[in-house]
């Protein structure tokens, strides 16, 4: 599972991240919070109109047929196991998926203490998730896929969420490639440090979220 993030990345980061490789529109401004947390806005990389773009969505799918925003707090996240038989899931897997933008992710582990938050972050600044999204009225929104732990990870949780290569940017978004076509497996080289309790908190998002502790 992926319940909290950072993304502390601004259009400046991301214009130099994808480089002239990509032409990218961006939303502007972008929201950037060390402590993203389920329902708050973060940016998402998608594809409209044939155009790279990058905007602040929801995260929690409210699927488009929802009488309410009731579901998004339950659907943060998506296995990719069942992504393709899911009703909230199986149509946007087709044409909307999108690649959500983060730093990092935090994990809680069980210690005789209680539970330990822990950053995850890779020796790539930036992180691509994969995710799907749809919109809502005039809500759009999203939700992270993930798949089965790997390597030092399943020491956490395991979950993790599903990670996008730089390169298979515009396999995975281009909609005439199915599902299980669109990306490959890649490993981020993820490590992971102990932080501070404070994360616990949805108000706390300074960049002392990610401070490493004793």
């Known amino acids: 599972m992926c319940g909290?993030?950072?993304?502390?990345?601004?259009?400046?980061?991301?214009?130099?991240?994808?480089?002239?490789?990509?032409?990218?529109?961006?939303?502007?401004?972008?929201?950037?919070?060390?402590?993203?947390?389920?329902?708050?806005?973060?940016?998402?990389?998608?594809?409209?109109?044939?155009?790279?773009?990058?905007?602040?969505?929801?995260?929690?799918?409210?699927?488009?047929?929802?009488?309410?925003?009731?579901f998004a707090s339950k659907l943060i996240n998506a296995r990719v196991e069942t992504i393709e038989k899911k009703p909230s899931f199986k149509n946007l897997v087709k044409k909307n998926r999108c690649i959500v933008i983060a730093n990092g992710y935090y994990e809680w582990i069980t210690t005789a203490e209680g539970k330990q938050p822990v950053y995850i972050h890779s020796k790539?600044?930036?992180?691509?998730?994969?995710?799907?999204?749809?919109?809502?009225?005039?809500?759009?929104?999203?939700?992270?896929?993930?798949?089965?732990?790997?390597?030092?990870?399943?020491?956490?949780?395991?979950?993790?969420?599903l990670l996008i290569n730089y390169s298979d940017v515009n396999t995975y978004l281009d909609n005439k490639i199915g599902f299980s076509d669109s990306h490959k497996f890649y490993n981020a080289g993820f490590k992971y440090h102990k932080v501070s309790n404070k994360v616990n908190y949805p108000k706390n998002n300074d960049a002392s979220c990610i401070n490493t502790i004793d």
Request: one cysteine or more; glycine letters at 4%; aromatic letters at 12%.
């Open 124 to 161: 790539e600044n930036v992180v691509l998730m994969a995710g799907l999204w749809t919109s809502w009225g005039k809500v759009n929104s999203f939700t992270i896929i993930t798949k089965s732990s790997e390597g030092i990870l399943k020491n956490i949780h395991h979950r993790m969420p």
């Open 4 to 70: 909290r993030y950072v993304n502390k990345n601004t259009i400046d980061d991301l214009t130099d991240f994808f480089g002239p490789e990509f032409s990218v529109d961006f939303s502007s401004p972008l929201n950037q919070s060390y402590n993203i947390c389920p329902t708050q806005y973060s940016s998402v990389l998608f594809k409209s109109m044939s155009r790279m773009r990058i905007e602040d969505m929801s995260w929690g799918l409210i699927p488009s047929w929802s009488k309410d925003n009731s």
